[in-house]
Structure formats: structure tokens, C-alpha cells
């Protein structure tokens, strides 16, 4: 069977089995299944960001500005949903877009401190700003409702819920498969690989890395649209420098290189964080000593154990495949 | 008046604090070009093994304050030799192992004294200086000369000593240096355990007047962050100037504004210096 | 709501997990038919706020092994043991929001939260699915919040007397200074004692809010110096964060009184400060160790008894939440003996009808002007003042009839932080 059949495989067994986790467990992982389906979402977009050969401390509060958009919308507007959704997706690539004018001058490690900076200055600002609820955040978002031709499904409940999270990620996971495929996927690539050789065959770089910085905000942001009902609560601490930490943590722990390889690891690495909870006091300590043997021992993510099954890239592994963080400046 | 020199005094007591932990970051940055970001959890280690020496083991607060350096200069060798040299082609990996080591000396700290405890340590200098209405304790005092010395002795070695000039040299060149016949692995480790010990000590001057727990590591290495960026990364003179300067700016704004404002203010500089001035104060203009 | 018992829920997965690993020790290993009744501490356990919540924790599991001993919890004739199962929220409202989810499975009948962020994810799913929950804020109340109650502590309500309390003792005193941390805990405290201070004739001369990321707290004490006031109060600024500003209040020259809710951490102000320094300050929580408590709390079996346990079982750990939400479960086993059920609807309506005895004395359900719920037990509170280093309770105080009082003040400064019920965004 040729690899790309059996990914395809791969990948009907895994919704298959999303859809049928409502049918089998109780409540509490039918919404521990919405979290995984979001952070997903955050993972797979934050790797159109890798692909360019950057790390970003921003994509989590980008995360945010869909949130917020969200709850304000709804809450002082009563947009419905899908409104909601777009509106989320377009503020946080505006943001985004704003913000990757500064940012795209830096690489590397300035880039990372640069988008800390920008991040967590608009983190502070909704602390600030009483119009987003201040220290306090916005709460009581209600739970999307459809009316249509007589029947009418009541979103707060976990269940549903989680299937209209679970048709909206494979939605954009979707999008972003075939933007892969597409040609700016390989230019996104080429970019990482060697930026002075793509420049030289004519590829505008840094249009490029704005494109991805800017496709990748927006499908943070309807993450954060999904997380802002999902909750019913706003707050600025969820979108704190710990959350993005552990964004990157998890995407490097679980690798960067595949699609596929990145949504196994997301989901894998879930499941593993809940089982680590009878460790209380100790969880974080645990999660050290795994980031640290993961990068001693699979400096390429886990997904280098998957790679047999769902058929990567069968190319030689790069040497470099984690890009390097010099402290180059453009 | 009063309010004016209080707040002189204050930035010369923040200085010394953060240019104490960017010193030893710009340091391991330069040499390495490792983000250390479990520098402030050695900060951390060094106020608890301050504590548990001269309370625990009573002894002095001096022998605790050599035990904190040692003991964190030792954990700084140990991540040298078992990670960063591992990890030398990939310096990504050598930044998430970092955030590992910071998680796990965290637990540490947790599970080694617990988390409510309150952990409190005797100043050798009780008391304080106090002039008309100002007042300004013996052991803040003590930490801006212990600062002082130890910044003057640093930039000793680095000007004027064998060590220095390898480590100057990797810093500008590695495949250069290594040409001219440095040892790689030796200056990496002594950076690593030097840029630990001065962490140690920090926390160990501080540890009296601090409240100590296992996440003090954490407000204090953003900080140092900003900067070392400031400064121009992996420059020690451009960290010491920035930490005067930026630990002045923002003991002002928090004293005459408010510290939520100062924290803005001080992120936006950071990206300003960023987009302006990349290669900060004093820092070198990288080649691609 | 529907749950058949095919499904596999948390409970199952713990209990298969606990047959296979039960050398792991797993502290949520349940047991499929037992007749325990489960109570659930929904507390951060790490990060920060851990300071609140593992002494929490530890308290609540004190206060069952001791209820535990003493006959259970009788409901309809039948005896009950009582368990107490811990999530670790970590002060996040989603983590929160997972652990009563986690609760449900495990067919927990009474949920402690601290309050304010962990509660704001919590509500709707407290409303479909009857969780009983109780806070410590009691500003987290609101019409919608239908079981949530506030039993023990109704932070900010003491601060008015403590106001009242600091006139009675300071008749000359006019300036006051405030600060505290830039969140709702801080906000909601200040703006009470705002109010206190204006129905008492106190002139607030500095009023500010600091970042939470704070560590160094010279600069905030030398502006709050600056405008030379008599008494300080630093409410209710985290117990790490008091300490370092009392630190630098004395080292800043400051004279006069501090006030601080919880000062957690007094034996500590004392030994970086003197104790002429911390002579006066006035807080609001007595300490367990005075063989006296058991007078004053006298809606809590043998308190002594009770804070000698904990010391014994975890040393050095007793904190003021080691208390409070043993005093939670409390409130909730008299309410659930006298109306012999733990169904929520049926608990809350004869807790209404019959308001079971508060920490410190009879009190009666409250809260309707200001938060529009009257889920507030409000009782008498103490004020406390420390003297020789220790502190000691000087008198009780009546929170409501304060309140009742000075209520405009109260409405004008809570408006003016947006804190109001029709305001909450």
C-alpha cells in the first residue's frame, strides 16, 4: 500500500473514533476531547509559523484576540456563531498582520523575544482596559444556539458541543492540509531550509513568513472563538507566557515535521498530561524530565516513532531539522 | 525630596539585583549562544540552599553563601556536560531543555522543603543606615557593594586573563577559536558553572531580604531578558548598563505611575530596542 | 441529565486504573459501591496560589479523618463516611471547569472553590448539573449563580467594621493609603474599604493597584509614603506580597497602623520587622493555636482539637485556609443532618428555611441588595489585632448591619470598579 493511503487510513480511523467518543465516555472526556480538538487547532497552526523556520511567543494571546472578539460580540451585539467564528479569525490576523511589520524584521531569537514583548503588552492591556472586563474578563458567554426548520440543538451541552468543535477543527485542518500541498506550502519550506536560496530563485521571503504568520493567526483565532464558548469565561491569564511555553514545548515534543505528526502528538500528549494527574505537586517536574529526554534522545519530535506508520516524508532527515535560533537580525 | 531620593535609593538596590542575574545569562548567551531560561531557577536554588544551610545545617550565613555558589555552579556543569554539549547542532533544543531543567528544579524546590513553607534567612548585617529620615539597611547595602565587586571582578576576568580571552574569543568566533587552539568543552563548561555560581549567588544575597519560593525564579528572569536584549545579548558590560538603566526607568515609572504601566512600557522598549537598535547597547552586529 | 452506566467515565477509568497500579497510591482511587460521601476540593495545587490551596486540602482531609472518627455524616438514620477528592484547578478556569466535570463522575455532592477566577467557568456548568459549590468571595455571587453559596468567609464584607473598628481606636487619624494587587481579589477589598473609609471620615490620600508581577515592592511603598498617611492598608494583597510591603514600610519609616485581611505570614513580618512595628495592625483572622479559639468559634467542633491535627499531620503547613474550608464542609454536614438529603434542591431549600450555624455564631442568609442572591451566610466575623507579635480577637462585628448602615458608600465605591451585578461584563 502506497504511504499516502495509508495516512488517509490513518486519518479516517482517527475521526471515526473522535465521533464515537461521546457514544462511550461520559462527560468528562467527551469535553476533555473538545480541549484536545482545540489544542490541535493552536498545534497545527503554530507549525505553519515553524514551517517558516520561526518560534513565536505570540500565537497563544493571537489565540486571544479571537476569544475575546468572540464574547464581546456576542455578548454586547448577540452575533450568532458562525458570525462570531469569522470575526475572530479576521481580528486576529489583523492583529497579526499589524504586529508582523516589526516583528518579521527580527529571526530567530529575537524574533521569539520580540513577539514575547508584543504578546504580553496586549496581554496586560485587557488587564487593563475595563471595556474587555479588566482583571475580571468577560464570562457568562452563552452557549451557541440553532433554531432551523423546527429542530433545535442547545450547544452548551458537552456532547454537542463537542461535534460541532470536532466539524470545525477537521474543517480547518482540512484548509491547512491542501495549503500544504499547495505551492506555498513548498515556498513556506524553501524559506526554512535556506532563506538566502530562496530569495535567490526570487521568492519574496518576508511575504511569505507574513502570509504564514498571518494564515496561522487566524486559525488561532478560531481556536480562541472555540475555547471563549467552550469555557463561557474570558480571562487575560489564560493567555499567559506558561500556555505559550507549553505550546511550544508540546509541538517540539511531539514534532514539527508532518501534519499528521503534530495532530497524533497533540492528542497523544493530552491523554498523557490527564494520566499524569495523580502526580499533583509533582506534574511539572515529570513533564521536565520528559521534555528533556525527548530532546536528548528524539531531537525530532515522537512523531519520528509514528513516521513508520502514517508515512512521512521518507526523505534522509535533515541535520537541522529544529531551526536555529542564531541570533541573526535581518 | 524625600520621595525623590527613596526612589534613588530603590533603583540602586533594583540595579544590583538584575544586573546580579543578566550578568551571568548575557555571559552563558555569549559563550554558548545557549537562552539559559532556567537561569532564574538557579537564582532560585541558590536562596534555598542559602536557607537550608544556615538554618538547617546552622551554619554561617558566609559558608551558606559559598555553598549556594558551589552547589549552583555544580548543577551549571551538569547541564553543560549531559545536555548542552549533547545538543550543540541544535540550538533549539538546547533552549526547551532548559525550560525542562526550570520545571524540574522547580518540583525540586516543591518537594524538597514544600509549598507553604516559610522559609526565612538571618542577614549577618541586621539593622540599617539611616540619615535624617532616610533609612537604608545594612544587607541592601552589602548587596549593591557584593554587586559592585563581583561585576568589577567579572569584567577583570574577561579583559585581562587567559580565561577571558578564549571566552571573548568563542563568543565571536567558535570555529575560529577553536583554530587557535581553545578548548571548547573547558570554556564551555567553566561559562556554564560561572554563569550558574553568579546565579547562585544572587539568590543568595538576596535570600534575607526576598521571600523565598519556588517560583521566585520566575518574574525575575523576564526581566533579565529584557535586559540582556537591551544590552546587546552576550555582552556583560552592555548587561551591567542596561540593568542600571532599565532598573532606574522602572522603579521611576512604578513609584511616580504605577507598575502595570512600567511593565508595558518596559516590553515596548524591548521591542523598540529590537527593531532599532538589534544589536542593543553594546552588543556586536551578527553576521548572517 | 441522561448517564447510563455502560458509559465509561472517569470513575471507571480510575477504578480499572486503581486495580492494576494501586501501588501508585492514587489519592482519587474510588470504589464503585461504597456509601462514602464524596466532597470535592477544587483548589490550585500548584503554581502559585498552591499557598491557598494545599493547606486547603490538607484542612478538609484533617476535618474527615476527624468527622470520620466521630460517627460521619447521618443522613436519614444511615451512617456516612466522608471523603474528601482534590482536582488540582490551578486557579484557571478551564482546569476548574475540568475538575467539576471530573466531580460529576465521581458522584461528588459538595464542590470548594476559592473564588473569583476559578468560579467565573464554573457557573453554567454548575447551573445544568446542580454542582453545590461554595467560595471564599463572596462577589461571585449573582442572580444566575443558583447553587453557589458563600458559607463561611464573605470577603470583602468584614472591612467596613475593620473601618468602624480603626475610628473607634484612631479618633485623630484622617489619611490613609492603599494598595494592593492589580486583580479581582485586590479590586473588590479595596473598593469596600473605600466605602469604609468614607462612611467613617478617613481622607484616602494614595490609592493604587500594582502588577502582579511585582517583586520588587520599594517603588510602590515610596509613592504610597509619599503622601504621608497614618494608616496603610494593604488589602488584600497575597501573602507573599504583604510581606514584602510590610518589609518596606518599616524600612521605609512608615508609623501607624497596617491593615491586611488574612497577614498570613505575621510570625515572618515580625522577624524581618519588630514587634513595636507590627503592634496595632488589625486583620481578620484569629489564630488557631489560642486555646481560646474554641469560645469564639463555636460552630466548629474543637477547634484546638482540629488545628493540633493539622500541625500533626502536616507541620508548618496551618495556613488560614487550613480552617476555612474545613469550615465550608462544616456548614454543609449541619445543613445536610438537618434536612436529611444531599440533593441540591432539596439541601438548599432547608439550609434557606433554616440557615445552619455559621464559624462564629448564628447567621442568617444574606447578600440580596448588593449581589442579588441572598446565598451569603452572613454571621458575626471577628476583628483581630496583634498585640506582642501574636494576634488576638478584640470583638466580633456585625458585617450585614454595617452594611445596612453605610450601604450607598458601599454602591458608589463597588460602581465605581464596575464590580455591581448589572455591570459585570
Known sequence: MRPRSISTGVAIVLI?????????????????????????????????IVLTGEWSFAHVVLQGVGAYTAAILVKDLGWPFPATLAAGAAMSALVAAILSYPLL????????????????????????????????????????????????????????????????????????????????????????????????????????????????????????????????SVTANRFSLNFALYLMIWSIVGGTRTFYGVV???????????????????????????????MLFFPQGLERLLAPIVGGPTKAPRRDVVPSTRSENA | MQILIDTLLNSAMASAATALVAIGLALVFGVMRVENFAHGELYMVGAYVTWYVSTDLQLTYFSALVCAVLFTALIGAVMEVALFRRLRSNPVGCLIVTIGVLLVLQTAAVWFAGINRTLLVESPFPGALRVSSFALPWHRLFVIVAAIVLMLALTWL????????????????????????????????????????????????????????????????????????????????????????????????????????????????????LIFMPSGLMGRTEKV | MLRSSSRLTRRHVLAAAGATASALAMPNIVRAADPKLRVGALLPLTGDLALWGVPGKNGADVWAARTNKAGGIVVDGVRHEVEVVAFDGAYIAEKTLQGARSFIDQDVKYTMVIGGDDWSALQDFSNRNKVLTSTLYVTDLNPDAKYLLAPVEVHPLYFGCGAEYLRKVEPKVKSVALCAQDDLTGRVALAYWRAGFDAHNFDIVKDEYFDLATTDFAPVVSSLLASKPEAVCLDTAYPSFALLLVEQLYIQGFKGRILHAGLELLPDMVKRTSVEFMEGAITFFPRFDDPAISTSAVGFPDATGFYQDVEKTYPGGWNNTSWEFPACLEVWKRAVEAANTTEPDALLASMKANPPEHMFGPAKWWGEDLFGSNNALVGAWPIVVVKGGKVDIVQMSNQAAWYEAHRDFVIKRFEEEQLMPNQRR
Open chain 1, 16 to 48: 471515526a473514533a473522535a465521533v464515537l467518543l461521546p457514544l462511550v465516555a461520559g462527560d468528562y472526556f467527551t469535553a476533555f476531547g473538545t480541549e484536545i480538538a482545540i489544542t490541535v487547532l493552536m498545534l497545527s497552526s503554530y507549525r505553519i
Open chain 1, 105 to 232: 524584521r527580527m529571526k530567530g531569537f529575537y524574533f521569539l523575544m520580540g513577539s514575547f514583548a508584543a504578546a504580553e503588552a496586549i496581554r496586560l492591556l485587557w488587564r487593563k482596559i475595563p471595556f474587555f472586563g479588566g482583571t475580571r474578563g468577560l464570562s457568562n458567554i452563552p452557549a451557541p444556539y440553532l433554531e432551523l426548520g423546527g429542530v433545535s440543538i442547545d450547544f452548551g451541552h458537552t456532547t454537542n458541543y463537542f461535534y460541532l468543535t470536532l466539524t470545525v477543527v477537521i474543517c480547518c485542518l482540512l484548509l491547512m492540509w491542501w495549503m500544504e500541498q499547495a505551492r506555498i506550502g513548498g515556498i513556506w519550506r524553501a524559506i526554512q531550509q535556506q532563506d538566502v536560496l530562496a530569495q535567490s530563485i526570487g521568492i519574496e521571503s518576508r511575504t511569505y513568513r507574513r502570509l504564514a504568520f498571518v494564515i496561522a493567526a487566524a486559525f488561532a483565532g478560531i481556536a480562541g472563538v472555540l475555547l471563549a464558548y467552550a469555557f463561557g
Open chain 1, 264 to 294: 497524533l502528538g497533540g492528542v497523544v500528549l493530552m491523554v498523557f498530561d490527564e494520566s499524569l494527574r495523580f502526580a499533583e505537586e509533582l506534574r511539572p517536574g515529570v513533564y521536565g524530565l520528559i521534555l528533556i529526554a525527548v
Open chain 2, 158 to 273: 574577561l579583559r585581562r586573563t587567559m580565561f577571558g580571552w578564549a571566552v571573548r574569543a568563542m563568543a565571536q568566533d567558535r570555529e575560529a577559536a577553536s583554530l587557535q587552539g581553545i578548548s571548547i568543552g573547558k570554556i564551555s563548561i567553566a561559562a556554564m558553572m560561572l554563569s550558574a555560581g553568579l546565579a547562585g549567588a544572587a539568590g543568595g544575597l538576596m535570600a534575607p531580604i526576598v521571600r523565598i519560593s519556588p517560583f521566585m525564579g520566575q518574574p525575575v528572569i523576564i526581566t533579565a531578558f529584557i535586559v540582556i536584549i537591551m544590552g546587546g545579548l552576550g555582552s556583560v558590560e552592555g548587561a551591567i548598563i542596561a540593568s542600571i538603566l532599565y532598573s532606574t526607568f522602572f522603579t521611576f515609572v512604578s513609584t511616580y505611575i504605577d507598575s502595570t504601566v512600567a511593565a508595558i512600557a518596559g516590553l515596548c522598549i524591548m521591542l523598540a530596542v
